[in-house]
């Protein structure tokens, strides 16, 4: 009697966790040797996965496992490069609103004048623009098209 009392209670529960329909309950234990640890821990790395057994089991069954490498430089220096647009948009803003201004509220002689000053500016923000765009081809050419052949070379 004191059985089927016992049932009824734990049928009537809502809480808790809920019975898994399959639970896993047989275990495995392996041992690596340091190199083979190491060569372990490397793989389990480039998955990207976070649990170690889920990372062990696909790699039993075959499952395809997805490498993403996220490369902090290169990230680092595409958000540069991009608030650096942000910026050079920013003065194209300010540039034409300046000329605006100085039109509208200068004589002849004195407009001329500022915009003289505001033209060499112009120039040096080109010859940056121009040296900027330069360091990014250097950096794709020397670093991203490099680590692209060597990761290349070591699939194959």
């Known amino acids: 009697m004191r059985m089927e009392e016992n049932n009824k209670r734990r049928t009537r529960r809502s809480t808790g966790r809920k019975p898994k329909t399959d639970p896993a309950v047989f275990r495995y234990g392996i041992k690596l040797t340091s190199e083979e640890n190491g060569n372990f821990e490397l793989l389990f790395e480039k998955s990207g996965m ?4 889920r990372f062990i089991k696909a790699m039993i069954f075959g499952r395809e496992m997805k490498v993403v490498r996220i490369d902090k430089a290169a ?9 650096f647009y942000h910026q050079f948009q920013a003065i194209g803003n300010n540039y034409n609103q300046t000329v ?5 509220n200068f004589g002849e002689k004195r407009a001329f004048a500022l915009l003289r000053n505001l033209e060499k500016a112009t120039i ?4 940056l623009s121009k040296r900027i765009i330069m360091l990014t081809r250097e950096f ?3 670093y991203l098209i490099k680590r692209k052949k060597e990761e290349q070379q070591n699939g194959s």
């Open 50 to 53: 976070k649990q170690r057994a």
């Open 75 to 83: 990230m680092d220096y595409y958000i540069r490069l991009t608030n």
């Open 100 to 104: 605006k201004a100085v039109k509208s």
């Open 124 to 127: 040096d923000l080109v010859v």
């Open 140 to 142: 794709e050419e020397e």
